[in-house]
């Protein structure tokens, strides 16, 4: 029962580090608590938006490019279709963070977008209702993924290519070797040993690790309308992703309509701070936050402003910059640590697969990853 590499957490970043070092012909055991692709973390609710034009900051987009890349990729490993462009906006003032951070990106990146004026908003995307302040940074290669059907194409990749994979597994405790050359990890049903180990937990993961670092969970809820008038005009082919800054502190996100469950559309807001753990999060959804959500909608997306089909939570796990965190443990080389959520993170998920395999194999990436080191909140 020895492997060239365990994997702690098969979400979004567990799962595509399993898939990215079963293609390299490693050894490989993912365990997970949970089922496949489940909806207790952080890796669910139907679409996440993927973009170029980073607001979040212009070095990112060379790691975003490569994510493109590789979820392309993925799409011709599985013949599914994973990935859907549908072009993006950022909305708000034009000194807003939204504009500000989206149009630094694009113009360093030479990236393609286009500048609109209020007006020009509605002609083209006639659900949105801006006053003449707002503007907007188009970028026509935005879109979104599907996060169920994204971590289990990588899944069944990894397990198609040699990888072993146990679910409804919780681990108990892991030891590293004082020599820096093997990791013993003990769950429910056995102990299992490695030469290396590679933490991606999501929201649990201050719970495994035997080191402090910033990490926060925070509760988030999504929602899905069911649009006056019906979805017609949110069609993919129709309407764009979109970020929106209400104020300085908010930000309202959504996307076209999709088939299936559950319907409507969905939008949520970015990072509304309420902090929880696994075990305490409120699964319920409360009539004060559809309330509060309405108000937005119905300055904004009037229509929108309808019956409320579905809602549900997911947890973000944030750093204090909400920069992520990929390092080797400060004790243990054998042991990897990733922590690339702070809410923005999933779109990443491809490439931060083929970053773990990297350190893992190599020792070392060719991506640049510096700023995700936890020793910049030591200074």
């Excluded at 069911?226 to 970020?243: D, L, M, Q, W």
């Excluded at 690339?340 to 990297?358: M, N, Q, R």
Aim: hydrophobic share 40%; net charge negative; glycine share 8%.
């Amino acid at each position: 029962m020895h492997y060239d590499v365990i994997v702690v957490g098969l979400g979004g970043m567990g799962s595509a580090t399993a898939y990215q070092l079963a293609r390299r012909g490693q050894r490989v055991l993912g365990l997970e608590q949970f089922t496949p692709a489940h909806n207790q973390g952080s890796s669910h609710g139907y679409s996440r938006i993927i973009r170029q034009a980073y607001l979040e900051g212009s070095a990112y987009v060379p790691l975003l490019l490569r994510a493109y890349e590789l979820w392309e990729q993925l799409e011709h490993d599985t013949s599914q279709s994973l990935l859907t462009i549908t072009g993006g906006l950022m909305i708000g003032t034009p000194e807003s963070q939204v504009i500000a951070g989206s149009l630094y990106s694009a113009q360093e990146h030479k990236l393609d977008y286009e500048l609109l004026d209020a007006q020009e908003i509605h002609r083209r995307y006639p659900p949105l209702t801006p006053t003449p302040a707002i503007v907007a940074l188009y970028e026509p290669k935005a879109g979104f993924l599907s996060p169920e059907d994204t971590v289990q194409a990588h899944l069944d990749r990894a397990i198609h290519l040699g990888a072993e994979l146990h679910f409804e597994e919780p681990v108990m405790q892991w030891k590293a070797a004082d020599s820096g050359d093997s990791v013993q990890v003990t769950t429910t049903n056995a102990t299992y040993s490695a030469a290396r180990l590679i933490m991606t937990a999501g929201a649990w993961t201050s719970q495994v690790l035997d080191i402090s670092l910033p990490l926060e969970v925070e509760r988030q809820v999504l929602y899905w309308f069911n649009p006056i008038g019906g979805v017609a005009p949110f069609a993919p082919e129709r309407f764009p992703v979109y970020i929106w800054q209400v104020d300085e502190h908010l930000k309202l996100y959504g996307f076209p309509t999709q088939n299936g469950i559950p319907g409507g559309v969905k939008v949520a807001f970015v990072r509304v701070k309420s902090p929880c753990t696994p075990e305490t999060i409120d699964r319920s959804i409360h009539p004060p936050e559809v309330t509060t959500i309405r108000h937005c909608l119905a300055a904004r997306i009037p229509t929108l402003n309808n019956t409320l089909l579905h809602a549900t939570t997911c947890m973000y796990t944030t750093t204090p910059d909400h920069y992520f965190v990929i390092t080797p443990h400060p004790i243990h080389e054998q042991v990897i640590i990733a922590s690339p959520c702070s809410g923005h993170g999933y779109k990443f998920a491809s490439v931060i697969g083929e970053i773990l395999a990297d350190l893992a194999v190599d020792g070392a990436t060719a991506h640049q990853i510096d700023m995700f080191d936890p020793a910049r909140f030591a200074t």
